[in-house]
C-alpha cells in the first residue's frame, strides 16, 4: 500500500465545491465543513497552502456543455450559475486571506483551470483533497491530479458523497474510497494527515492540535 509523505512547501490541500448547495445537500455536509476548517487551520500552520473550489457557471449557460443535457437541473434551476446563493461557498467555510479561490467549470477542479499552473509554479506535487461531492467532483479531481503525477491523500472523514438518502450517499462514499485508494492515491483521515505533517516541522514549530486526534466517521 502506498504512503506519502506530506513535505508542507510542497503540498496543497484543495477543499472541493463546498458551496451552499452541495453543503446543504450532503447528509453530513455541515460536520465535513467544520472538519476541513480545523484542517485548513493546521494546514496555514504548517505552511501548507490552502484552495477552495466552486463549480461555477455562466448564467447565460454559455459554457454549460452537456452538463446541461446529463444534468437539466443545472440549466434549468441554475443552482451552479455565477452569483447566486446557492452557487456561493458556504457562510461557515473559514476563508482566510491568504487562501486561494478556483472556479471551475466541470467536476474536476484542473478542466479548465488554472489549478495545475498554480502548483507546478509553488512546486507542489502533492495534494490533499476535502470536500463535497466525493463520488463525483473529489473523485474526479483526483483522478486528473493521477494523470498529470500528483501524488493524492483523499481524506476519508473529510470528504462526503450526496444521494437520495444517507444510505445511498454512504454507499457512494465507500465505492469511491474503495477506488481512489486502489489506484488513485492514498486514501487516509484527517488524523492521519496531521500526523504526517507533525513529522515534517522541527519540533519547537509543530502546533498543538497537529497532535490531536479529530474523530473519524464511524460509518466511512
Do not use: W
Not at 5 to 20: F, G, I, K, M, S
Not at 68 to 84: I, Q, Y
Not at 197 to 215: S, V
Amino acid at each position: 500500500m502506498v504512503d506519502f509523505r506530506v513535505v508542507p512547501e510542497r503540498t496543497a490541500l484543495v477543499n472541493v465545491d463546498l458551496q451552499n448547495f452541495f453543503v446543504e445537500n450532503a447528509p453530513e455536509g455541515m460536520t465535513i465543513v467544520g472538519r476541513v476548517n480545523r484542517l485548513a487551520a493546521e494546514c496555514r500552520t504548517a505552511g501548507i497552502l490552502v484552495i477552495h473550489t466552486s463549480h461555477v457557471l455562466r448564467p447565460d449557460g454559455s459554457n454549460i456543455g452537456v452538463l446541461g443535457d446529463l444534468v437539466p437541473a443545472a440549466r434549468e434551476l441554475g443552482f451552479l450559475n455565477e452569483g447566486t446563493r446557492t452557487a456561493a461557498l458556504h457562510d461557515d467555510l473559514a476563508v482566510e486571506p491568504g487562501d486561494i479561490l478556483l472556479e471551475k467549470p466541470r467536476f474536476g477542479a484542473f478542466h479548465g483551470t488554472d489549478l495545475e499552473l498554480i502548483l507546478r509554479q509553488r512546486g507542489i506535487d502533492t495534494i490533499i483533497i476535502a470536500g463535497i461531492d466525493a463520488a463525483i467532483c473529489c473523485d474526479t479531481t483526483a483522478r486528473e491530479a493521477n494523470a498529470r503525477d500528483f501524488r493524492v491523500l483523499f481524506l476519508r472523514d473529510g470528504t462526503a458523497s450526496t444521494g437520495d438518502d444517507a444510505e445511498e450517499a454512504t454507499r457512494y462514499q465507500r465505492a469511491t474510497l474503495d477506488i481512489i485508494g486502489t489506484v488513485f492515491g492514498q486514501v487516509l483521515t484527517i488524523e492521519e494527515v496531521l500526523q504526517k505533517i507533525a513529522k515534517r516541522l522541527p519540533q519547537d514549530h509543530a502546533h498543538p492540535e497537529l497532535t490531536k486526534p479529530i474523530t473519524s466517521r464511524p460509518d466511512a
